[in-house]
């Protein structure tokens, strides 16, 4: 019997999201029934294969002749993953232009291994998230790693659930003011930021689970890292997770629906000596107790009635 005919074409679907781009075109050969099947897949996974690192224009072909015989109604899935170039950039420009055409639900865009100066002002050298994309209202869950965030426009996520920032650079109060108020729907920020040294204020009636981790790219020689204020006015949160770097305040103005709360505050004379260098003051600053201590302060009487409460090691010592 050919079992692989009989599989409903769910699941086959759901086989191809987990395959790289070359591989998946590759499964014509598997069986009659699936020889054209995956032009019509709503699950597009262009993930740069290993072997294609280092051959942008190899990868770019691929992708340009699958988009080309693509001849689905709707993208539910698409993502766009590349290891260590810049080249294809531009390309994947187009291919996210493309998903977006498509009324794509789920979009991830992945890029690896950015090394980059802070005041890096070049776009060939730069990641900036497409200006388009702001306005791709169709967007369910939207997942982005290693990118530049400047906002022109206003944002149109009407119908997201699901936002994860993953080394994100230039997130300021205001690029998170702009998205939370263009995502009424949103339930699930998850924000890892590179080098932020801005104050931040989450506000939303709709957010149920948070997380922040904010951590060091290079070596800075400004000890506002450590000053910057965290504000949070979630009302409707129940999951709260706390990492990396600690701002030098965190005020939880109003998180009376949380249940589960996690404070994982990294080793602050580790990032002092491997990240920021000597700048003056820096020791008096970490070596006392006194910085995380008021900073407990200002959680604890807060969260008083959450069910549970994970703290690490370096809470511990405080």
């Given at each position: 019997?050919?079992?692989?005919?009989?599989?409903?074409?769910?699941?086959?679907?759901?086989?191809?999201?987990?395959?790289?781009?070359?591989?998946?075109?590759?499964?014509?050969?598997?069986?009659?029934?699936?020889?054209?099947?995956?032009?019509?897949?709503?699950?597009?996974?262009?993930?740069?294969?290993?072997?294609?690192?280092?051959?942008?224009?190899?990868?770019?072909?691929?992708?340009?002749?699958?988009?080309?015989?693509?001849?689905?109604?709707?993208?539910?899935?698409?993502?766009?993953?590349?290891?260590?170039?810049?080249?294809?950039?531009?390309?994947?420009?187009?291919?996210?232009?493309?998903?977006?055409?498509?009324?794509?639900?789920?979009?991830?865009?992945?890029?690896?291994?950015?090394?980059?100066?802070?005041?890096?002002?070049?776009?060939?050298?730069?990641?900036?998230?497409?200006?388009?994309?702001?306005?791709?209202?169709?967007?369910?869950?939207?997942?982005?790693?290693?990118?530049?965030?400047?906002?022109?426009?206003?944002?149109?996520?009407?119908?997201?659930?699901?936002?994860?920032?993953?080394?994100?650079f230039g997130v300021t109060e205001d690029v998170i003011n702009?998205?939370?108020?263009?995502?009424?729907?949103?339930?699930?920020?998850?924000?890892?930021?590179?080098?932020?040294?801005?104050?931040?204020?989450?506000?939303?009636?709709?957010?149920?689970?948070?997380?922040?981790?904010?951590?060091?790219?290079?070596?800075?020689?400004?000890?506002?890292?450590?000053?910057?204020?965290?504000?949070?006015?979630?009302?409707?949160?129940?999951?709260?997770?706390?990492?990396?770097?600690?701002?030098?305040?965190?005020?939880?103005?109003?998180?009376?629906?949380?249940?589960?709360?996690?404070?994982?505050?990294?080793?602050?004379?580790?990032?002092?000596?491997?990240?920021?260098?000597?700048?003056?003051?820096?020791?008096?600053?970490?070596?006392?107790?006194?910085?995380?201590?008021?900073?407990?302060?200002?959680?604890?009487?807060?969260?008083?009635?959450?069910?549970?409460?994970?703290?690490?090691?370096?809470?511990?010592?405080?």
């Amino acid at each position: 019997m050919d079992r692989l005919s009989e599989l409903p074409d769910s699941v086959i679907f759901h086989i191809f999201w987990f395959l790289p781009i070359r591989d998946f075109v590759r499964t014509t050969i598997l069986s009659k029934r699936w020889k054209n099947l995956w032009t019509t897949t709503p699950f597009l996974n262009m993930t740069d294969h290993e072997r294609l690192s280092f051959d942008h224009k190899k990868f770019s072909s691929i992708v340009h002749r699958v988009l080309l015989r693509w001849d689905g109604v709707k993208v539910l899935k698409f993502k766009v993953k590349m290891h260590h170039f810049l080249s294809a950039y531009g390309d994947a420009h187009l291919w996210v232009r493309f998903a977006k055409m498509h009324e794509v639900e789920e979009l991830y865009l992945h890029w690896r291994d950015l090394h980059l100066k802070r005041t890096g002002n070049n776009d060939h050298e730069v990641r900036w998230v497409p200006q388009y994309l702001y306005s791709c209202s169709s967007l369910k869950v939207l997942s982005i790693h290693t990118s530049y965030f400047r906002i022109t426009e206003n944002v149109q996520w009407n119908h997201l659930k699901s936002l994860t920032i993953i080394n994100g650079f230039g997130v300021t109060e205001d690029v998170i003011n702009q998205i939370l108020c263009g995502s009424p729907q949103l339930e699930v920020l998850i924000l890892s930021l590179v080098e932020s040294d801005e104050s931040l204020h989450i506000r939303s009636t709709s957010l149920k689970e948070l997380s922040m981790n904010k951590h060091l790219h290079e070596a800075d020689d400004d000890s506002s890292t450590y000053t910057a204020e965290l504000r949070i006015w979630t009302p409707n949160l129940k999951t709260l997770e706390i990492k990396g770097i600690p701002y030098g305040k965190c005020l939880l103005m109003n998180v009376s629906s949380l249940t589960h709360v996690t404070l994982e505050y990294s080793n602050l004379h580790q990032y002092d000596r491997t990240y920021c260098g000597d700048f003056p003051g820096i020791d008096d600053f970490l070596s006392s107790n006194h910085f995380l201590g008021d900073l407990f302060g200002q959680i604890l009487p807060n969260i008083q009635h959450v069910e549970n409460v994970k703290l690490l090691p370096c809470c511990f010592k405080v």
